[in-house]
């Protein structure tokens, strides 16, 4: 019984690489934001699976008339809601390239390429973003498991026998605090919930007027909680927070980190990538002084998902953490070789540096930076829209290519204002024709407009604003 013929393969394959094409290139005749409503797909799919082989040209065919309406088109320039991640037509040739690979780099041997392309790849990207060479790199999935790796580091580095003992039934181990801004990612509890220490062993700093933790804040915390016989162990840095990208003061944050013996993480998944404008390195201050650094090319460098980049100065750590090897995955090259699955929770792996490869050389580092700052200027013109219509208000700083803003026609209470931007948003997403999302800025409905497809142009911001002056005037 074989497998699909090497000519039908061909056929269909040219089949595919044409529809893609097609699809990016005339992408915009979709509108940007899935329009079904729940249970709408699985009603179009047969309750069983057919009996014998179908053409793939059916399936083909099915894309359109069974899935296409319930896709929400992320490479849409209409999108332009939570960080906007677009895939590029290298990123995508090179997934093609991984899938006929089907390499699992769990081991140096099970194939070599994958490991040292890797290697080489966070080497690539460490001098792109400017850090020093004693920081390590790997690949994983997103930045929530970049993170909960992050924070499992931290953890081992208290040399509290977790790893043998664990945290349940022992008298011995005090209780452990995680410090995060309160604006932190939601994956930063995450991690503390897998990783045992619980949502109670997270403690949020409170911010200041531009969004950014508060250093005397923390210290505060910290010393509270050791006057309290809690052991501080851990605090998140944030570089480009989800609601409004604002960045913390690493520099501020790593000297009490350095002052009370903790890791700092930083997570710089989506705005890390703005190191590589040279405008743009203010970014990075206090980078070196961070046992961690998370960058997601997924989310603004036109990788297709999923792939995040965890930097450490202390694999060492990271390593005696998770590392743990069963007689058959022992190799007579151990002692000479990186085994990607030792610094880690899983054990397969898929492939996922051939995206930068492709794409760090299809576009070159000058080209990927350039394309970013583009995004970023076209940001703060729209900002400088916003400022300059008096119905409308920016709700925070706009340091890269997120604009948070609402409608404020004036005479409105806050409650009143609230359910306005609400239904103004709403409205928004009705139009078919950009897609926007929104957070609560010290309880102000806000919404957020995010810049950063490869396939933006100004006259997409452009149309943006129109659509969303036209719809705001309606809702009044």
């Not at 056929?11 to 893609?20: A, C, E, F, P, S």
């Not at 945290?167 to 897998?194: F, V």
């Not at 010290?442 to 452009?462: A, C, D, K, V």
Request: some cysteine; hydrophobic content about 40%.
């Amino acid at each position: 019984m074989p497998d699909m013929s090497p000519d039908e393969f061909t056929k269909n394959g040219h089949k595919l690489v044409d529809w893609i094409a097609d699809y990016l290139n005339n992408i915009e005749k979709y509108p940007p934001l899935a329009n079904v409503s729940p249970g709408d797909i699985l009603k179009r799919i047969p309750q069983t699976p057919p009996k014998n082989g179908e053409d793939i040209e059916k399936v083909l065919v099915d894309v359109d008339k069974l899935l296409i309406d319930g896709i929400t088109h992320w490479n849409h320039p209409g999108f332009m809601a939570y960080f906007n991640s677009t895939s590029s037509m290298p990123g995508i040739l090179a997934e093609l390239l991984s899938a006929a690979f089907n390499a699992n780099g769990m081991l140096w041997k099970t194939s070599p390429a994958f490991t040292e392309l890797e290697k080489a790849m966070m080497n690539w990207f460490r001098q792109m973003v400017g850090l020093p060479e004693n920081y390590w790199g790997i690949i994983y999935d997103t930045a929530s498991t970049s993170s909960m790796h992050a924070i499992a580091s931290a953890r081992e580095q208290l040399n509290l026998c977790i790893r043998e003992n664990g945290m349940t039934g022992r008298n011995d181990l005090p209780k452990l605090r995680l410090y995060c801004s309160e604006h932190a990612h939601s994956s930063i509890e995450k991690g503390a919930i897998t990783l045992g220490l619980g949502l109670n062993g997270v403690k949020k700093i409170p911010v200041d007027e531009n969004f950014r933790m508060i250093p005397e804040k923390l210290e505060q915390a910290i010393k509270e909680d050791i006057s309290k016989n809690v052991k501080p162990f851990c605090v998140v840095a944030t570089v480009g927070t989800t609601s409004t990208t604002s960045v913390d003061s690493v520099e501020e944050l790593a000297a009490i980190c350095e002052k009370y013996d903790l890791w700092l993480h930083i997570d710089a998944a989506y705005a890390g990538v703005t190191a590589m404008i040279p405008e743009m390195k203010w970014v990075t201050s206090g980078w070196d002084k961070a046992d961690s650094i998370v960058i997601n090319p997924h989310k603004w460098m036109f990788t297709p998902m999923d792939l995040s980049i965890y930097f450490t100065c202390k694999p060492d750590i990271l390593k005696r953490a998770f590392s743990l090897v069963p007689e058959y995955l022992k190799t007579q090259v151990d002692d000479e070789v990186e085994n990607l699955m030792d610094y880690g929770i899983q054990l397969g792996r898929r492939f996922r540096s051939l995206k930068l490869w492709f794409i760090i050389r299809y576009f070159g580092v000058d080209g990927l930076a350039e394309r970013i700052k583009i995004h970023i200027t076209l940001a703060k013109e729209f900002a400088d829209w916003i400022n300059n219509e008096k119905d409308f208000e920016l709700l925070a700083p706009v340091p890269f290519s997120t604009v948070c803003f609402r409608y404020n026609p004036g005479g409105l209470s806050e409650e009143e204002l609230n359910q306005i931007n609400e239904k103004l948003l709403d409205e928004i997403n009705k139009s078919k024709t950009i897609f926007l999302s929104h957070t609560k800025l010290n309880g102000r409905f806000t919404i957020r407009l995010t810049i950063g497809s490869i396939r933006h142009e100004r006259r997409h911001i452009f149309q943006a604003w129109e659509v969303i002056k036209t719809l705001a005037r309606s809702v009044s």
